[in-house]
């Protein structure tokens, strides 16, 4: 079975800091994306990795996929208070089911002004 | 807005009874992947649907089906509800092996 460790869980910062988080598995997985999901509503993805050792960057969000591809992270620098959310982390796996997203259990992100 | 929407919203069943929830997908999108959020946790695959078929199917029991309609929209049913039922079920529509696209979810509680 496929899992997907997210760190930390909950994580309470102030504006302007920086934070990461990390998404960990003893499995390979063919894709990883990111996700950030409000209160009342479905997840919205933010990116996908696919290359082992790819970095992806979206304004202030870092994404970086391990070289094994079994792990990846999430960095945000100056974290600002629409930062604030769940972040999921979810794997597609050699399977070749590409509709089966294994999740990790999230990490809600709250950023105070 | 992923052009993916859900219905109802909300919904309270009590224990035993049965729920059907919908979920019409983005345009042109022929697949259709359901998951249960528990409070707290990630979504967990429940199962997926393309072009009719069943294509995929989590570790839920055989009381959760599915069924996809030739317009590509979709329907959750759950029998004999379980309190462990209530949580958030999500659907995604796509065209694989591309992004999957989320609808807002229906919240149901089981009491």
């Known amino acids: 079975t496929q899992l997907l460790e997210q760190s930390p869980q909950f994580l309470s910062i102030q504006e302007g800091e920086n934070l990461t988080v990390y998404c960990n598995s003893s499995?390979?997985?063919?894709?990883l994306q990111w996700y950030r999901q409000e209160p009342g509503e479905g997840p919205v993805l933010l990116v996908t990795?696919?290359?082992?050792?790819e970095v992806k960057k979206l304004k202030r969000l870092t994404f970086q996929f391990g070289d094994a591809r079994k792990d990846s992270s999430l960095h945000i620098t100056a974290a600002q208070p629409g930062d604030t959310g769940l972040y999921l982390c979810a794997g597609t796996g050699l399977s070749g089911n590409t509709g089966k997203l294994i999740f990790g259990q999230g990490t809600t992100l709250q950023v105070k002004p | 807005e992923t052009g993916v929407t859900q219905s109802p919203t909300h919904l309270i069943k009590t224990r035993g009874q049965q729920v059907t929830l919908r979920c019409s997908s983005q345009s042109g999108h022929n697949t259709v992947s359901w998951y249960q959020q528990a409070l707290g946790q990630g979504p967990q695959f429940i199962f997926q649907?393309?072009?009719?078929?069943?294509?995929g199917r989590g570790n839920f029991p055989p009381r959760f089906s599915g069924l996809q309609f030739p317009n590509y929209s979709s329907e959750l049913n759950v029998n004999a509800l379980e309190l462990d039922d209530s949580a958030l079920y999500l659907c995604a529509s796509s065209i694989p092996p591309d992004t999957q696209y989320f609808g807002p979810g229906t919240r149901l509680t089981v009491l």
């Open positions: 649907y393309y072009r009719e078929e069943e294509n």
């Open positions: 499995s390979v997985f063919s894709s």
């Open positions: 990795v696919v290359t082992g050792g």
